[in-house]
């Protein structure tokens, strides 16, 4: 599911968008699409802290209050991932637009095919991005989380999870080991040892019977059961094989 959210001040141009992604998602409708309508860049900045963090922004860059420059700015630091369409009525702001990474500016009056184009762009990039990526939710909101970052995850305590980062930071999440399993198997690298360890087998260094060893330096205690079948699957990982 592709999250996108719309922000205008002027409550007129709501309808118009609607009809136009309702369209789009009729043209496309391979793009599992929901569509959030915000007057205002902090009601839009707000839902994205408490909520969810969208996929996909379009902003009007003239608005009372916050800029959509501004909102840009302010949700580039919690996503960096998030494909950003500008909409205005003047080229003034163009360099500005490109300071947070925007994929595309529109001006108005746009035709709808140019919005298209625009959303097809952002979604190539953005379906791309998801198969790279988790989004779970934590205590302090939506955390967006690389496979590739992720060296490995154990249980801490009932139902929570410790997600261990490549950069050394240690992520919490309220999830069962196994559940957090079900996200972490759409990507290959990850091996479920036991009941309570997820390894990313990149980052194995060493595997002995008692114990697996990152590259970080970090170690976890595997049970004997485990052991042959992390040798088969960090074997064929290697040589890009399947068991």
Do not use: W
């Not at 420059?69 to 163009?94: D, L, P, Y």
């Not at 791309?128 to 060296?151: F, R």
């Not at 249980?155 to 261990?164: E, M, P």
């Amino acid at each position: 599911m592709i999250h996108l959210a719309f922000c205008d001040d002027d409550v007129a141009t709501h309808r118009t968008m609607h009809e136009m992604l309702s369209h789009y998602m009729n043209l496309y409708p391979q793009y599992e699409l929901k569509i959030y309508f915000f007057t205002s860049p902090m009601e839009l900045l707000c839902y994205a802290e408490k909520n969810i963090s969208f996929d996909i922004l379009l902003l009007d860059i003239y608005m009372k209050g916050m800029s959509g420059i501004e909102a840009a700015k302010e949700f580039r630091q919690k996503n960096t991932e998030a494909g950003i369409i500008f909409i205005t009525a003047s080229r003034e702001h163009a360099l500005d637009a490109f300071s947070v990474d925007a994929a595309q500016y529109l001006v108005k009056p746009y035709e709808e095919n140019e919005l298209f184009a625009a959303l097809n762009k952002v979604f190539k990039s953005t379906l791309n991005g998801q198969k790279e990526k988790l989004i779970l939710k934590t205590a302090s909101g939506i955390i967006y989380l690389k496979y590739q970052d992720i060296v490995f995850t154990e249980t801490s305590k009932k139902n929570y999870q410790i997600i261990h980062m490549i950069q050394g930071e240690a992520v919490e999440i309220r999830m069962t080991s196994a559940e957090l399993f079900q996200h972490l198997s759409t990507n290959q690298n990850f091996f479920r040892c036991g009941a309570s360890f997820n390894l990313n087998l990149q980052y194995i260094r060493q595997i002995t019977r008692e114990a697996v060893f990152f590259d970080t330096g970090e170690s976890v205690a595997i049970p004997y059961s485990s052991y042959k079948k992390i040798k088969e699957k960090f074997f064929c990982l290697q040589m890009n094989t399947d068991i």
